[in-house]
């Protein structure tokens, strides 16, 4: 084997300073605790959409999302 071929132990390893992955860390963790703070928990109110519960919304009242449906088949 010529010396110019390395075996799968001796592949060269990419070097990363330690900073990186803290750096990493940090901008991971500030942007979770940013989501979480900026998460709306109140349920949106139906009537601001125009909408009432006699209307055919499909899924709870307080679900992130409110599927309506406006086609009727018959």
Known sequence: MSKSK???GQR???KVP???YALLGVIAVAGSLWII???ETAPPDISAYGLTPAD???G???APVTIVEW???G
């Open 6 to 8: 390395k075996s799968r």
């Open 60 to 62: 709870d009242l307080n």
């Open 18 to 20: 330690a900073w990186y």
């Open 37 to 39: 703070t900026n998460v």
């Open 71 to 73: 086609s009727q088949f």
């Open 56 to 58: 055919p919304i499909r």
């Open 12 to 14: 060269r390893r990419l």
